[in-house]
């Protein structure tokens, strides 16, 4: 079974441009939660979806965007980058998430590291 | 805003020693798990203990629950070069809209000398 595939594993961006980050989870799983990973604030949570709906989102502010597609792979979507969203972005998967099956544990990709410039 | 704590942020051990990371969280949980992480590339899943459960191995794994104090550990036994990473608990906290959310303390950076 292929593990989570999250392209492109790097990424150099100038201020003020938009990027968009993909995310294929694990066959048949159907929950894609995103973090985001700086030495300063550590994994932070950013958003999850589930059957194309985005069922939480962490702390962070609008320019943050995702989606999720009916085969379960997932974007998400910066704008307006700032030096500060340089950060390695994780993507992970399982198969329900908590709701239905609390005791799960998450899949991760090997991320995307975005360097803003 | 992280929910563990773990601790020490380092530790640096020879090889064939044990290694213990302790973490502790803020609210109720469903499940702590641990991950490691290899030089800034992705989590790999460790070990996941139920919050009824009060310990479990996972071969040189060994990890203890007290929710009483909120807290957890981690026991690398005989410790070897290849376990150098750092290592991160998670809780997975009930969430509105049965959301899947994990929670990440700041790790601990494990270096292991040969």
């Known amino acids: 079974k292929a593990g989570v595939t999250q392209t492109p594993r790097y990424l150099i961006k100038t201020r003020g441009q938009q990027v968009t980050l993909s995310c294929s989870p694990i066959s048949g799983h159907r929950s894609v939660s995103w973090y985001q990973q700086t030495p300063g604030q550590g994994l932070q949570f950013l958003f999850e979806?589930?059957?194309?709906?985005?069922?939480n989102k962490g702390n962070f502010p609008g320019r943050f965007s995702g989606r999720q597609f009916s085969n379960s792979r997932s974007e998400m979507n910066v704008s307006t980058l700032e030096l500060g969203d340089s950060a390695l972005y994780l993507c992970?998967?399982?198969?329900?998430?908590?709701?239905?099956?609390?005791?799960?544990?998450?899949?991760f990709g090997q991320g995307t590291r975005l360097t803003v410039v | 805003s992280q929910q563990g704590e773990e601790d020490p942020q380092a530790l640096s051990i020879q090889e064939g020693e044990n290694a213990t990371m302790n973490c502790s969280y803020k609210?109720?949980?469903?499940?702590l798990q641990w991950y490691r992480q290899n030089s800034g590339r992705g989590l790999v899943h460790l070990i996941l203990i139920r919050s009824n459960e009060r310990e479990k191995h996972s071969g040189r794994l060994r990890v203890t629950l007290d929710t009483s104090k909120k807290s957890s550990s981690l026991l690398i036994t005989a410790s070897r070069a290849a376990d150098t990473a750092s290592y991160f608990c998670a809780t997975d906290s009930p969430f509105e809209a049965g959301s899947y959310q994990l929670t990440f303390g700041k790790g601990t950076k494990l270096s292991v000398i040969p």
């Open positions: 609210t109720s949980i469903n499940n």
């Open positions: 992970a998967s399982s198969p329900f998430g908590g709701s239905i099956l609390p005791d799960t544990e998450a899949f």
């Open positions: 979806y589930f059957s194309e709906t985005q069922r």
